[in-house]
């Protein structure tokens, strides 16, 4: 989402190398830079004008110490800019109430609230283990009452059902009175949408709001969508109790100026990042590592607790059992690491969030995030024997040619994957001898990261 801003930002940061410090005259044109940077991004004029401001004070005030150069201070400053104008700190949701807590998501039609509202309940039901219940009162479209009841089932949800011929206030209280039956923890309600604001609309959420009294109301605004989402949510800001912001479509090529806006115009925390199509494709917003990770700096935290809940710990303590007895990593293992990236949303995901990404070209993510190269990939394992999985070295020319038909690859294919898998095993052969440490040491800069030395 942030790429081309996180480009002009470095190149502005970059402007000001070989400077002894930072002055009104030297930081005037770099400033230019970041204030065309976010308007080309999208952010709304206030929200440039206020930050370009506050950074421009820090800058030419004491901020700049003796052991950094004026580049560097001057990321350290729009760094911690970035954070205040994200909302300095991560939002929680709130449960404190009598269960059942009631969430209720609201914004306008295609900004994608049903499919937010399960990939929220699966959230709750898989990280915070609670009982959850969907309930839909969208009855302009049967269509989005069904979808919900399949998205229920399909991350473990209870289901209050509806119909089209109900009134939304009878939906939720029986939505209410049926979580409190069947021992809801939390019951989500997804609400209708318009393509635009209307009175009809905004009457319909109030008394749905005052009948369900939820924890949280939650607007539920597309990334792609421009100031148009900013100014949508100002509206029902206006009339409505709102608590926090969920971002869908952070993944696509929107510019960024949404997420940069919409803090700041409404007052309410950004909760989470709808960040691709499937269901655990959602991210708590962490201010600070999402402003590094706009300044091309990574996200080594989230990284980490994305492979903590979505990699198997059995699987990987087996590979490291394996290794640690010296017996080789086969293909059978590098298919397993293909199908655990495809879970953590495929390579171009994983490296965002790494410190090396402001290094990677766009068309080096592009590459990495074609999909379908990766279930090539897997294609070719799948086409191979057993025993060539376990032993890559008895592939010869007539089996690849083969493992190319078997998979509808060519051998040049079959061929680039198993130039991969040496390239992989020499790694994994070092960490079994060295440890995690040294391989970490053998990357650019051999920096080791906290807790790594």
């Known amino acids: 989402m942030f790429e ?45 004008k206020s930050f370009i401001n506050q950074v421009q004070e820090r800058a030419i005030g004491e901020e700049v110490g003796k052991s950094l150069t004026p580049g560097q201070a001057f990321v350290k400053i729009i760094h911690s800019e970035l954070v205040k104008i994200l909302g300095s700190y991560a939002a929680p949701l709130n449960f404190k109430a009598q269960p059942p807590v009631v969430f209720m998501l609201v914004g306008l039609q295609g900004a994608g609230k049903t499919t937010t509202a399960a990939k929220l309940g699966k959230r709750l ?33 209870l289901f209050s059902d509806s119909s089209s011929s109900e009134k939304p ?115 708590m917003l962490y201010p600070d590592r999402l402003a590094s990770r706009i300044l091309g700096m990574g996200d080594i935290l989230s990284f980490v607790e994305e492979i903590e809940q979505k990699v198997s710990k059995s699987d990987s303590k087996k590979l490291a059992q394996k290794l640690k007895k010296g017996r080789n990593f086969d293909l059978t293992d590098l298919r397993d690491q293909f199908l655990q990236m495809q879970d953590m949303g495929g390579l171009a995901s994983m490296l965002k969030k790494l410190p090396i990404a402001g290094n990677i070209s766009s068309a080096a993510l592009k590459d990495a995030a074609n999909e379908k190269k990766l279930s090539h990939q897997i294609a070719i394992i799948n086409s191979m024997t057993p025993g060539e999985r376990n032993s890559p070295k008895v592939i010869n020319g007539s089996r690849k040619r083969r493992i190319a038909l078997g998979s509808g690859q060519n051998i040049q294919d079959v061929n680039r994957l198993l130039k991969q898998y040496t390239q992989m095993e020499r790694m994994m052969k070092k960490v ?22």
């Open 4 to 48: 081309n801003l996180s480009k002009r930002l470095s190149e502005a940061a970059r402007s000001l190398s070989g400077k002894g410090r930072i002055t009104e005259t030297n930081i005037k044109d770099t400033l230019r830079q970041v204030r065309l940077a976010l308007l080309e991004a999208d952010v709304a004029l206030p929200v440039v």
């Open 125 to 157: 039901i898989e990280l915070e283990k609670k009982k959850v219940m969907f309930v839909s009162v969208d009855v302009q479209r049967p269509a989005a009452i069904l979808q919900l009841k399949k998205l229920a089932t399909d991350v473990g949800a």
């Open 169 to 283: 206030l009878h939906i939720v209280r029986r939505a209410l009175k049926d979580a409190v039956q069947l021992h809801a923890d939390v019951i989500i309600i997804d609400t209708a949408g318009r393509t635009h604001v209307d009175d009809e609309l905004m009457q319909e959420i109030q008394a749905i709001n005052s009948e369900a009294k939820p924890n949280e109301t939650l607007f539920i605004v597309d990334s792609m969508a421009g100031q148009d989402a900013v100014n949508a949510a100002a509206t029902f800001d206006q009339m409505l109790p709102l608590t926090g912001i969920i971002l869908t479509k952070a993944d696509g090529d929107s510019r960024g100026g949404v997420a940069l806006s919409v803090r700041q115009v409404t007052g309410k925390p950004i909760r989470f990042l709808g960040t691709g199509e499937k269901l655990d494709a959602l991210e």
């Open 432 to 453: 079994s001898k060295g440890g995690m440490k040294k391989m970490m040491r053998s990357l650019p800069g051999g920096i080791l990261p906290p807790g790594f030395k």
